[in-house]
Structure formats: C-alpha cells, structure tokens
T-cell receptor
C-alpha cells in the first residue's frame, strides 16, 4: 500500500462547478500537508499549504485536513477552464521530505 | 528571477549511455531537491542537498544514479549506464531555507532511454 493514495481521475466538470479533490494517507506522523498544481509539460507549483489539522481558504480554494481520518481535501469553487491541470497532494512529517500522491487530472470545460 | 533552470529540456539516448541532467537553483536558496515523475509511481524524491551537502539519498534507485552539487548554483544528476526503465521526467526544485516550506520546481527534463 502506498503511503499516499490519490484518485488519478480524470475529473471533468463544467465551468462554475465546485470541485472536490481528495487524498488519503497511512502515516499518522504526517503534519505538513500541501497541494501542488501542475500544468501540462510544466513543473508543479505550490497552491495551498496547511500545518496539522483544520481548514485554510485562499480565494476560490479551500484546503481541509482531517488527521483523525487521515484524509485531506482541496475544494475549488466557481471552477474555471484555467483550473484545468493535474493536482498533486503532498505531505510530510518534516518539511524536507515530501511524499506526493500520483495526482488527479482535472478538466474544466466551458 | 529566472526561477529554477534545468537542462536539457528533452533527452533521448540509447540504453547503456551516460546521461547528465543539470540544474541551477534560485539564487540564495539553501536547499535543492531532485525528483523523478512517472505515470505509475508519480513524483518521487531522489535526493536533496542543504548548502551543497547531500542530506538524504535514500530515494536514489540504485548505484547507477549519482548526484553532485559542487557549488550553490549548480547540481547534476547522472545516470550511468542508462536503462529504458529510467525514462521519466526529472525535476529539480529549490527551497530558500529551513524556515520556509515552498519548493520551487523547474520545468523538468524529459528523458527517454531507447
């Protein structure tokens, strides 16, 4: 079993939809949780970062961490075609060694 | 700032050949990371450096892989000899210091070993 599990998708939604992306993990020592966005043929870029449990909101994006269930989520409100990308969850016990999910490919169509 | 720079962007080589991938981190960043990305295994950390010193190379798949950082502005990842299963996209990332969390990724090198 992988330390971090992520549904690969693809997930196809209409513009304006609410998108929910999720990851589960097995290592209870993880305390740093991140979401990276990767456009086609580009490197990943940090989108959201959360330490320990709780929610964090940034514009149309909300990250949630439920450590009791070992489950993290990223919500995208009012999705736009420009949100079409692969979303990678990443987590670690310490910030140096990130463990990434395999990524969920999202397509938002007009 | 130009961001993290990697070269070459694409590399096609034949099995058994030596491959060298290059990375220039963002100026002033203390940490440098090498990752490999494949469809099956996703993004995996191979090795990382702090102030040019290798800290953890437990992700390096085997002795055919080696990485160096001779100075703060340059790092190489070498595969010798290369094998078809090494085909992947290799990313370099840098981070400013221990107090920050953001890793900045380069555009990657797409390696194909025939």
């Amino acid at each position: 079993q992988k330390e971090v599990e992520q549904d690969p998708g693809p997930l196809s939604v209409p513009e304006g939809a609410i998108v929910s992306l999720n990851c589960t993990y097995s290592n209870s020592a993880f305390q740093y949780f991140m979401w990276y966005r990767q456009y086609s043929r580009k490197g990943p870029e940090l989108l959201m970062y959360t330490y320990s449990s709780g929610n964090k909101e940034d514009g149309r994006f909300t990250a949630q961490v439920d450590k009791s269930s070992k489950y993290i989520s990223l919500f995208i409100r009012d999705s736009q075609p420009s949100d079409s990308a692969t979303y990678l969850c990443a987590m670690s016990q310490y910030t140096d060694k990130l463990i990434f999910g395999t990524g969920t490919r999202l397509q938002v169509f007009p | 700032d130009a961001g993290v720079i990697q070269s070459p962007r694409h590399e096609v080589t034949e099995m058994g050949q030596e491959v060298t991938l290059r990375c220039k981190p963002i100026s002033g960043h203390d940490y440098l990371f090498w990752y490999r990305q494949t469809m099956m295994r996703g993004l995996e950390l191979l090795i990382y450096f702090n102030n040019n010193v290798p800290i953890d190379d437990s992700g390096m798949p085997e002795d055919r892989f080696s990485a160096k950082m001779p100075n703060a502005s340059f790092s190489t990842l070498k595969i010798q000899p290369s094998e078809p299963r090494d085909s992947a996209v290799y990313f370099c990332a840098s981070r400013m210091d221990a107090a920050t969390d953001t890793q900045y990724f380069g555009p990657g090198t797409r390696l194909t070993v025939l």
